[in-house]
């Protein structure tokens, strides 16, 4: 059975970072894309990251970029979103997802399979 499971979540002050991991089971997680999420509530879920499986080159939401870095560790069959210089806004649930088609879709209804989630909370 196909499952994601994300890590790595938690309280932080605005500059601080994490990392977050999505470990995959039950299937190779190198042939697939795979996008990272987040939700606040009364708001759908924003990209942050993506990364195909046929290119190294992972997008980023322009919210992030500069400040998140997604990659890939097919050994482990993980993959990771470190977030440095956190702030306030991005507080929000992240969740890892791979989507129906090979690509990188914007739209978090192309993708079927989801983790759990992970809290992140970037306060004072």
């Known amino acids: 059975q196909e499952q994601l499971v994300e890590s790595g979540g938690g309280l932080v002050q605005p500059g601080g970072s994490l990392r977050l991991s999505c470990v995959a089971s039950g299937f190779t997680l190198d042939y697939y894309a795979i996008g990272w999420f987040r939700q606040v509530p009364g708001r759908e879920r924003e990209r942050v990251s993506c990364?195909?499986?046929?290119?190294?080159?992972?997008y980023y939401a322009d919210s992030v970029k500069g400040r998140f870095t997604m990659s890939r560790d097919n050994a482990k069959n993980t993959v990771y979103l470190q977030m440095d210089s956190l702030k306030p806004e991005d507080t929000a649930v992240y969740y890892c997802a791979t989507p129906v088609i090979n690509d990188c879709p914007a739209g978090w209804w192309m993708y079927d399979y989801w983790g759990q989630g992970t809290q992140v909370t970037v306060s004072s």
């Open positions: 990364l195909r499986s046929s290119d190294g080159t992972p």
